[in-house]
């Protein structure tokens, strides 16, 4: 059996559990609230900026972006899942390999979603229901992020390994880079440049960009002996499809979302216009902002259940789970508890001055995360 390739990853099969799930989430946490941040931000200053109309743009184009994103989770959790595994292992060929593959498919399949969006923009707005009066406005906003599509997809997909490799900081990171730049060039872009949003987009991709550059160069650097290399990105069908099977399930899941989110909006156009689609689009962007830190616990747990079960040390697996469960189930209560509480606060981040928005969207808040506390499990 070959060494690991990484002493990094050893404390992952040794150190305690507790402490383990803590030092790996944490970071992981904090990359996926601010991963949340990017269309987070840029609805903040688009409804302060633009209004309403704006933040109803946005809303409309977030199934078709978060399509491109379910792209990136399938290939990312599949191929991170099996990472983990053989490097438990000890089996750096196999690591290597399944980098290769990964790198190559976080490539190819977003462009099902990208190429679509960039040739018919308009008839795909058009055919989920966007109003002509959206149309304009969602139509630039995403035919923009379509340009960085590539980098949306490819930069949290390969920042997978970054964390699995033994560095969550690291990881963290990365996130932290792309997201603090998107909030420092969205207000310069919209208010200052006036590009309104188209401003915001621009500062997406940009972010997007350099996050990508930085989880290359991480790679390139003396923290981990691992490289990509051309010769293990040949594709191996088989390799392919167990990537391709095991992020099916979280893949599902966001596909679902996304379908329920396009039915949600084509409906609230007809029935409520384009204050009820940007109060569900607040109402989205703050539940997203609850639920991502799910994410990164899921995330944080998933080197160390995969490692462990490589390793063969099955009571390690069962102890991270259990409590990657409590700590889940405790975080999304906490969040619960304040929506419930102070629901206006959270609206009034995106648009201080439109009474209506405000009271509809407090309202619709609290319907929306009342089986919140249970999600956790």
Not at 9 to 37: C, E, W, Y
Not at 41 to 61: C, E, P, S, W
Not at 112 to 123: G, S, T
Not at 196 to 219: C, K, L, P, R
Request: aromatic fraction near 10%.
């Amino acid at each position: 059996m070959a060494a690991n390739p990484n002493h990094a990853t050893d404390r992952i099969g040794t150190d305690n559990i507790k402490h383990l799930l803590f030092s790996f989430s944490i970071p992981a946490i904090v990359g996926m609230v601010v991963q949340a941040l990017y269309n987070i931000v840029d609805r903040i200053y688009v409804g302060q900026g633009v209004g309403h109309i704006g933040l109803a743009a946005i809303a409309v184009t977030m199934p078709l972006l978060m399509t491109n994103m379910a792209f990136s989770v399938i290939v990312g959790v599949g191929s991170n899942a099996l990472f983990s595994i053989k490097l438990g292992e000890g089996r750096r060929d196999m690591v290597e390999k399944i980098m290769g593959n990964a790198f190559l498919l976080l490539f190819l399949v977003p462009l099902l979603v990208i190429l679509p969006c960039l040739i018919f923009p308009r008839q795909i707005l058009t055919a989920i229901g966007t109003t002509p009066d959206l149309l304009p406005y969602s139509e630039r906003y995403l035919r923009i992020l379509m340009y960085g599509g590539i980098f949306a997809a490819m930069s949290p997909g390969i920042n997978h390994f970054i964390r699995s490799d033994g560095h969550p900081r690291t990881s963290m990171f990365t996130q932290l880079l792309g997201a603090l730049l998107n909030t420092i060039l969205d207000p310069i872009f919209i208010f200052v440049f006036h590009w309104g949003i188209e401003g915001a987009a621009w500062a997406t991709i940009i972010s997007q960009f350099v996050s990508f550059v930085w989880v290359m160069s991480y790679f390139n650097s003396s923290l981990t002996p691992l490289r990509f290399k051309i010769r293990a990105m040949r594709l191996d069908l088989s390799l392919v499809l167990r990537i391709l099977a095991i992020g099916f399930a979280p893949f599902s899941m966001q596909m679902a979302m996304n379908v329920m989110n396009l039915v949600l909006n084509k409906q609230l156009l007809h029935y409520g216009g384009d204050m009820a689609v940007a109060v569900m689009g607040i109402v989205y962007s703050v539940i997203i902002m609850i639920m991502m830190p799910l994410q990164g616990i899921n995330q944080g747990a998933q080197p160390i259940i995969g490692f462990n079960y490589g390793a063969r040390k099955i009571d390690r697996v069962r102890t991270a789970y259990w409590l990657a469960v409590k700590f889940a189930t405790i975080f999304v209560t906490a969040g619960w508890l304040l929506i419930e509480l102070i629901p206006g606060v959270f609206v009034r981040l995106f648009n201080s001055a439109d009474h209506e928005l405000i009271l509809l969207g407090s309202r619709a808040l609290r319907i929306c995360s009342a089986m919140m506390p249970i999600i956790g499990f």
